[in-house]
């Protein structure tokens, strides 16, 4: 071999540089590759590919020339050439602080955040919550519990702006104890019953929070979710305003209180300030008013009992409470309920032995004795309170709590000189009358009576017992008591404003299918007529009976107009008139009048008589709308509220047109023969116009006379019932006084005329706005029109005695399907209506007017010592 070969060029210095440009030349052996070659080394190469740094990793890669041998390259995702991540010329992309949308990313990926970017958002949340709390947790200050527990008294004015009574605030029974006072056992009822994990807790509950959303969200029982932090904090730091800024301000101040304060001195906190009911703050205060005893004597029976009225006194005192819901039987079932759950709570939480459970189970209820009043509340003034109280904390946002720490000027619309001539009116028909020590059946007579200003609604008198100290409920409220024939006038008027139906249409009919009803109507007043459908057809009940409705005395009256059935309440053609026309609209122009809808009866054919119980303020101020024309506006009792010079509550007046003008004056009208010539002719005043009407139920268990004036519309309710009585019953009153019987005619239309006489004394004598012609004058079923069949005349000037006050007799037996109810028969089927005396019935046929079936419906009973029932003002309906 010559030693001149060409020898391969040798490289150039040395280094890393040198290798490199030794890997780019051509393998030895072998052609130069063309200067554009994939393999060339032109300066056009090296700007294909990027840069000389590019094509060092294309080759590590191996790429052409590198390990591995010639490999594909990918495609360039952008002009240029520029790989993933790169933009124009290859350059890479500029980082950003928050990728988003995402670079590099193309479709629906752009678009999806990354994990990184959700878990930074999601600790920037935490922190920012965190760090919101912290700075409020710093800025809100714990107030001074002194200063926001001083209790102050209530100011009531009567309706001319002078002192009326002060009350409550300081009269109220609290007295602070040590927790070392407090038995273990009621520490651990309350515990187990209302926050179980109180020891442990930061002083709110998130979780128990989180279930109270979730309950309510699923349409469960409204919950709380607080802790007893949370309602120590209420009680006592802040107000009892339903907000989320209160809201969020008990949630730190909880926090906050927590964390700085012992368990201990919590639970004692909020034991001292809870409201049990009867009056009474604190646990001493409650343990004397429910067991007459110091809280440190309380038996872990009775802590159980105390810790179950801390879900709502209301509805949980055994002796009743406010509202219909909350009567002597219904809250003691509840009381008994909850008294059961919680010694079972604590057992279930490990706060009492399930063998100590059984031994209190055992032993029974542990049955309170009876509230007691304060001493202010003698005569009328606790009823009025009481009213006013239950106005305000039903029609305003003051609660009760806030309302028994004082401090407001209360300015009722009482009128003293009507209050006063009422009860007087009352005591001296009671004092003249009524005398239980001669008369075993003179026992457990009760009065109650209410006084309505026609076209505002102002209450300006009650009658709510003898005594509010000796005498608990307020008879002018709610008190279940039926008030029979004074509830026609109401039929009238749907009568007035809808119409009879068309007996060859269906069911439902607009009223331009029906025939409007003239009080110069004529139907059949006969005796045990049988009850017919609005087409003719027999009515029967749910066992397929007929009904024969009876009249007062048995007494057939033969033809007679609605005026005259009116007149002398006559019971056969309102049944029937109320089925023409439909009970539904019966009892929508009974509310349009402005009855309460719970105070009402179901809707049997007995509907139209009088089955319902609404209060004497309620019926008082349904006739206040007759009064003024068909304006309606609810009784009220309370003007305004203020506190600290400030004004906390102002009534607004609201009224609404119940009925066309003419319709509620025809009504006056028809009622003005009822007092001049008919059942009410003991209730009238001399020169001045009187519209009423009387009302007496089945077995003589109730008497009424409801009526008014221009100025003023008042009721009067009497009946009997015996508050200490195992089985509560309205008890007959036939006797009473002296008399075989007791009507709407007699004592309470005697009380009505004297009371009227003194309370319109000095005032001008008005006169009812004159009714225009109405309606036409249709013929019930049996009544034709024909010239044989003409209506009766009415038999006298003044009403015989057995057509206005004469009781009922019981049906004689026939051989007819048919059957009559006694008041508390147990076999009768479809209601123990019977018809008595002017009223007719009650309880009534089952069924509506639709046919047989239906509900037999129920007589509600008054409780012996149920306060402010609130038919009108303690109900969820205010």
């Not at 710093?138 to 527990?149: F, G, H, L, R």
């Not at 109401?490 to 069911?507: C, D, I, T, Y």
Request: aromatic share 6%; glycine share 12%; proline share 7%.
């Amino acid at each position: 071999m010559s030693e001149h070969r060409r020898k391969p060029p040798q490289p150039q210095g040395g280094g890393r540089a040198a290798t490199r440009r030794a890997a780019q030349q051509p393998a030895p052996g072998r052609r130069a590759a063309p200067p554009n070659s994939a393999a060339g080394h032109s300066r056009g190469e090296e700007t294909r590919h990027g840069s000389r740094a590019d094509a060092r990793r294309t080759t590590q890669r191996g790429g052409p020339g590198g390990p591995g041998g010639p490999r594909r390259r990918p495609p360039a995702t952008g002009p240029g050439g520029g790989g993933r991540g790169r933009r124009d010329n290859g350059r890479p992309v500029a980082k950003r602080f928050i990728d988003y949308p995402r670079a590099g990313k193309t479709g629906v990926r752009r678009w999806i955040p990354s994990w990184k970017l959700v878990a930074g958002l999601c600790v920037s949340f935490v922190g920012l919550i965190i760090g919101t709390v912290g700075v409020a947790l710093a800025v809100v200050q714990v107030p001074s519990a002194q200063k926001a527990s001083v209790v102050q008294k209530n100011v009531y004015y009567w309706a001319d702006g002078k002192q009326m009574v002060v009350a409550g605030g300081g009269n109220l029974n609290r007295q602070i104890v040590q927790i070392s006072q407090i038995p273990t056992s009621m520490q651990n009822a309350v515990i187990s019953a209302e926050n179980a994990s109180f020891e442990k807790d930061w002083g709110v509950d998130p979780m128990g929070i989180a279930r109270a959303v979730v309950k309510m969200a699923q349409g469960g029982e409204t919950q709380s979710g607080s802790t007893i932090t949370q309602q120590f904090v209420k009680n006592t730091y802040l107000s009892q305003e339903q907000t989320l800024k209160r809201k969020a301000t008990e949630l730190l101040i909880s926090i906050k209180v927590g964390a700085t304060q012992e368990k201990s001195d919590i639970l004692a906190g909020y034991l001292n300030t809870a409201y049990y009911g009867r009056g009474a703050y604190g646990i001493q205060a409650a343990a004397r008013a429910y067991f007459d005893t110091d809280c440190a004597q309380l038996s872990p029976s009775q802590g159980a009992f105390l810790a179950a009225t801390l879900n709502g006194p209301n509805l949980y005192d055994p002796y009743g409470g406010q509202g219909p819901a909350a009567t002597p039987e219904k809250n003691l079932k509840r009381a008994s309920d909850r008294w059961k759950w919680t010694l079972d709570r604590e057992v279930q939480v490990g706060r009492m032995d399930a063998g100590e459970r059984d031994k209190w189970v055992q032993q029974g209820f542990p049955m309170p004795q009876k509230p007691k009043p304060a001493t202010n509340r003698a005569g009328q003034i606790g009823y009025l309170t009481d009213l006013a109280d239950n106005y305000i904390v039903a029609h305003s946002k003051i609660s009760k709590a806030e309302l028994d720490k004082g401090g407001y000027q209360i300015h009722t619309t009482f009128d003293r000189d009507k209050v006063d001539a009422l009860a007087k009116s009352v005591e001296e028909v009671r004092k003249a009358n009524i005398k239980p020590q001669v008369r075993d059946v003179d026992q457990f007579v009760q009065f109650g009576g209410a006084s309505v200003e026609p076209k505002t609604g102002k209450i300006t008198a009650i009658y709510g017992g003898e005594n509010a100290l000796e005498h608990f409920t307020n008879n002018a409220d709610y008190t279940g008591v039926q008030v029979g024939s004074t509830f026609k006038p109401f039929v009238l008027a749907a009568a007035m404003s809808h119409g009879k139906r068309n007996p060859s249409l269906g069911e439902r009919q607009t009223d331009r299918d029906r025939t409007l009803v003239s009080p110069e109507s004529v139907y059949n007043g006969n005796n045990k007529l049988t009850l017919r459908k609005f087409n003719g057809t027999v009515w029967h009940d749910q066992d397929g009976k007929e009904w024969h409705q009876k009249n007062d005395g048995d007494e057939d009256k033969g033809l007679i107009t609605l005026r005259t059935a009116m007149q002398y309440s006559v019971n056969t053609p309102y049944i029937q008139l109320g089925m023409d026309v439909g009970t539904d609209l019966v009892q929508d122009a009974a509310l349009k009048a402005g009855l309460d809808k719970d105070q009402l009866a179901s809707l049997t054919p007995t509907f139209s008589l009088g089955t319902s119980a609404p209060s004497a303020i309620r019926l008082a101020g349904a006739y206040a709308t007759f009064a003024a024309s068909g304006k309606q506006a609810d009784p009220y009792s309370v003007e305004k509220v203020e506190k600290d010079g400030t004004p906390a509550y102002v009534h607004e007046a609201k009224t609404a047109q119940a009925f066309d003008a003419n319709v509620a004056n025809n009504v006056t009208d028809v009622l003005k023969t009822v007092v001049q010539a008919g059942t009410g002719t003991s209730a009238q005043l001399g020169d001045r116009p009187v519209a009423g009407k009387t009302g007496t139920t089945d077995g003589n268990r109730s008497a009424w006379f409801a009526g008014y004036t221009p100025q003023l519309s008042t009721a009067i309710g009497m009946y009997r019932v015996d508050p200490n009585a195992k089985k509560q019953e309205f008890l007959s009153m036939r006797g009473v006084g002296g008399k075989p019987t007791i009507h709407g005619a007699s004592f309470p239309a005697e009380i009505w005329a004297d009371y009227m006489g003194k309370a319109l004394k000095g005032q001008p004598v008005l006169q009812f706005d004159p009714p225009q012609p109405i309606g036409e004058k249709v013929y019930g079923d049996g009544a034709s029109p024909s010239p044989s069949a003409s209506p009766s005349v009415a038999p006298s000037a003044s009403p015989s005695p057995s057509a206005s006050a004469s009781p009922s007799k019981s049906p004689s037996s026939s051989p007819s399907p048919s059957r009559s109810c006694g008041f508390f028969d147990p076999k009768c089927k479809h209601g123990g209506g019977n018809g008595g005396t002017d009223q007719g019935t009650t309880g009534g046929p089952g069924g509506g007017t639709s046919g047989p079936g239906g509900d037999t419906g129920e007589t509600p009973t008054p409780g012996p010592t149920r306060r402010q029932p609130g038919g009108l003002f303690g109900g969820p309906n205010g």
